[in-house]
């Protein structure tokens, strides 16, 4: 002890200067790193900011949870994969830049959202759509159950159910935090939405633009024409320059120039695919089992025991219109016992045996009487008295009466009764019915009729059945397929990802990396245009990753990248190659081969227009190709039967100042010149009723306003977003 108070007396306060720098320096280093992002001009923590609005991790996270719940509950609980996962990320990013410049101009223009109206949205008889078509698994919530029809009634006592007897309707909490999604979703677009209809709702398409656009909806033309294409000039013969280019991107500045920097990358691209070992692996596996397969007597004990697809065994009969399998016809002509196979399909090498075979309909009409012993696995008659109850029903028939109206008197099965008792089943069906009913109705004959007893949960007691019609007799047969999926194994990925690693530890370099790429024959791919607030690269897939590395702040042009794990699919290693900032393009090696089509394209439509002259015979027969002729070519449309889009063609095909059969001059379209001859014109003309044509015009205004409006919706949002100041912080994403 008296060591240790020694050290105390000696070293105390140095230990406490020790720690208390050392806390400093953690508070500082946090600080630069951690939730204080700008706390001594450290690392900025928000995910990006909008109009100088900051976005925190913790607001957008909140949004991507508040868009899965609205994906749960609206489109069925349907599970999100990881595109549709990355795709929701960049909606929501989208839309948070979106909504925080519509508020900020929802501000400045004193459009507010008030409590009543806030109440009206939520509890009101006109409630948000979004709040009318709410669901908890699957099943409609504000549904009166007598009538079938909303009730806003219902929502007040719905909340009021979740959160007053929460421990009894809600434990998990789930149904609250659903309901609050909507809620706020709803509630913060209400302000947004009033923001849009002060634009849409003022526009009007006048009647004279709907005459209009109905005249030119019947202006039709038929045309011959020489297509000349663009191959039929060698590549070699067209010298393209960057001078060329540069005045080719400035002639069409409009359609090059970015309104949001990008980057883009060259990359290789190392798929996980199974090998040649893993394919013996899964044949191996197979073959072990053929034998027994072959002599088993228990069928579908064998396949849900031996086969990769859970509980795939199924007691259907299959004919050639169900059986959805290339190798169907085939297996259908098997001998009953043998064993087809292995053949891969479905990335599962599989074995099919052939049980059973017969003549069956591919569909039945039948009608029944059902008189109850059970229902839910309740007992509810006793099996005299449902007897006596069908015996008195089908005496009756025989007696004469109706089948119909016995249904409607002694039926139980309220599912048939407003059809008299009638139903169509197809033959893939038959495994989900009794084995006693589905047995009758297909394996009988038309016009028979009997009564089976039927024990199961859903439909126990006696059926009187009677087969009204079958169709499609045809063969079918029954099988049980064992598969074995062909996957990659472990010792597989890690040899891929060896590879992987292996050359981007070697080739950390532009030139390497070129260099490797050449000498080992691989496929690199251009991944263009990629922005910073980007989840998926086209070609790629979701590769968020691979953006947050792109618009690292160290970054430049020539880095190469790690090794990037994307899903289960492939490993990828990224070069990049270009910076693009806002403003006018640039050329670069992501969009040179694609500019150099297009000048080319545009120089060899100048040379093939020069070159041929004289009437559509002379030119096709010095091009080589031939005259063709298309009718249907209409002025309202871009789309011409058998050419397909072509503008150009049928702008000049209307125009008043090229005369008919008179020859164009060459007119270059998608994929070559087109030399056309107008062989006439004809115009449908407007009724000269009146009230005819007041309801024409009429409906082509409505519907002409409608798309107006819609295209102004849609395009509303691209503008703002383009006009907001946005700064991302990529990796906070």
Known sequence: MSVIQTIRNRYGKIAGAIIAIALVGFIVSDARNGSFGNFLGGHDSNVMKVNGVKIDPKEYQQ????YETLNEIYNRGRTIDDVSRAQMNEQVVQNIVYETAIEEQCDKLGIQTTDDEKKELIYGPNVDPMIRGFQ????????????????????????KEITEQSQKVDPTGKYREQWQAVKGYVLRNSRINK?????????????FVAKHSAEDMGAMASIKYVKIPFTSVADNDVKVSDDDIKAYMQKHADLYSVDQPTRSIEYVSFDINPSSADTARSLNALAEIKGDFETTKDNKSFVNGKSDEANSYSEAYLNK??????????????????????YFENA??????????????DSVKCRHILVRTKAQGTDIATDTAAKMKIDSAIAAIKSGAKFDSIVQRYSEDDGSKAKGGEYTFALIQKPTLAKEFGDIIFEGKTGETKLVKVSNDNYSGYHYIEILSQTGQAPAVQIATVSKNLAPSDSTVNAIYGKAT????????????????????????????????????????????????????????????????????????????TFQDKGPATINPANRAMLEQKVREEKKAEMISKKYTGSLDAIASASGQQVQQTDSVRLAGSYIPNLGFEPKVAGYTFDAAFQPNTVSPGISGNGGVYFISVLNRTNQQLPTDQNLLFQILGQQRRNEQMQLMNAASQMMQQTISRKTDVTYNATNF
């Open 63 to 66: 949004r991507v949870k508040e």
């Open 136 to 159: 908890l698994e699957g099943s409609p919530i504000f549904m009166n159950r007598d009538t079938h029809e909303f009730d806003p009634s219902i929502i007040k006592a719905f909340e």
């Open 195 to 207: 923001f849009n209809a002060m634009f849409t709702n003022g526009l009007y398409a006048p009647v």
């Open 321 to 342: 219109k169900t059986f959805l399998s290339r190798f169907a016809d085939t297996i259908m002509e098997a001998p009953v016992g043998s064993i087809y196979g292995p």
């Open 348 to 361: 599962s090498y599989k074995l099919t045996k052939i049980i059973d075979r017969k003549t069956l309909p």
């Open 502 to 577: 292996e050359f981007a530890g070697k080739n950390t370099t532009a030139e390497a990396f070129d260099a490797a790429v050449k000498k080992q024959n691989l496929d690199k791919r251009i991944g263009d245009n990629i922005k910073v607030n980007n989840f998926i690269i086209p070609g790629i897939g979701p590769s968020r990753e691979v953006v947050r590395w792109m618009y690292d702040h160290d970054r430049k042009i020539g880095d190469v990248s790690p090794v990037f794990q994307l899903g289960e699919q492939r490993y990828v290693v990224a070069k990049l190659i």
